[in-house]
């Protein structure tokens, strides 16, 4: 999949197949247009394109950063994880474009001609149930079948009925990890394990000496979701694509003092090493327990040989 960034860096095609969209989570309901996108591109022997916007419009378009509503916005996918995914399908090119004001004010006219015709050359279009685009979000597909013979372009719809039958959304699936810390719901709407990737940060070392050093793990993207308070089973992936099982605690570790602030920490089951500065990658599996006070240092040791022994089990199951 080669990735575009810059609309001045992409090859006029002529005869492409394309999908746009936000595509937060890559999630099933996504994937469903995705799988359209290449049957047709197979069948019109013309090449896959996507082509989705960073930020996430809601953050140039939606009132400040302080307003309840932003603070409640979390992104299933950082940027990088986001084509990750994309790259999985096999698509032939990736165009993200750069969401601000100013790319807002096209009108669903300009964005047909100076995007989808002179950029791209768009011989077909493949677009989800009720997808809107162009300023104040005008543009719509009976916009586009109304004048398909202007632009000299196909236009394809997923039905509702497809997509309802799918019966999954970026909303429901961050409810599932932040409200109902119900990861087997939220990864059965993804069609994969969550996950969550930063770099590892030197904490408090405290695991250490009770023998259960973690990772602490600090993602660059502050939108990025974490799912809620409690222990999970989870895959860690570090720099060398090795995988291990691993146990994961989000909170605020109650057990160690008070107003602390909350961390994402991960101890690797089966490894030892150093992972200081690394990058790693965490898939959750499942959620084991919820944060806990315990009486002391000895409690908590013991709880967490049980933790282990829990995820052991989940992650083989």
């Known amino acids: ?174 409810r599932a990890l932040t409200e109902g810390s119900d990861v087997a719901t939220a990864n059965g709407y993804l069609g994969y394990a969550y996950p969550f990737t930063g770099t590892v940060v030197r904490g408090q070392q405290l695991g250490r000496t009770i023998g259960y050093p973690t990772a602490n793990i600090r993602c660059a993207e502050p939108l990025k979701l974490v799912p809620a308070r409690g222990v999970y089973a989870v895959r860690a992936t570090t720099t060398t694509g090795t995988v291990y099982p691993a146990m994961l605690n989000i909170g605020v570790r109650p057990t160690v003092g008070g107003d602390l602030a909350e961390t994402v920490e991960a101890h690797l089951l089966d490894f030892d090493g150093d992972l200081y500065e690394q990058p790693l990658t965490v898939e959750f599996v499942t959620r084991l327990r919820d944060e806990q006070k315990f009486a002391g240092l000895d409690a908590l040791k013991a709880q967490l040989a049980l933790d282990a022994t829990a995820a052991r089990q989940a992650l083989i199951d």
């Open 1 to 174: 999949m080669r990735v575009v960034r810059d609309l001045a860096d992409f090859p006029y095609l002529g005869n492409a197949v394309v999908t746009s969209g936000t595509f937060d989570g890559v999630h099933l309901g996504h994937q469903k247009i995705l799988r359209r996108l290449l049957e047709v591109g197979q069948q019109c022997n013309g090449p896959s394109v996507v082509i989705t916007f960073w930020p996430h419009p809601r953050l140039v378009l939606g009132p400040p950063p302080s307003h309840p509503e932003m603070l409640e916005l979390r992104l299933l996918n950082t940027l990088e994880e986001r084509v990750a995914k994309l790259g999985e399908f096999g698509i032939d090119y990736l165009v993200i474009i750069p969401f601000t004001r100013k790319f807002a004010q096209l009108t669903s006219e300009e964005f047909i001609q100076q995007v989808l015709q002179q950029t791209v050359g768009t011989q077909k279009l493949v677009i989800g149930y009720d997808h809107r685009f162009g300023r104040n979000r005008e543009g719509s597909f009976e916009y586009l079948c109304q004048h398909a013979d202007r632009y000299g372009m196909q236009v394809e719809e997923i039905s509702r009925e497809d997509v309802e039958a799918v019966g999954v959304s970026s909303t429901r699936i961050r």
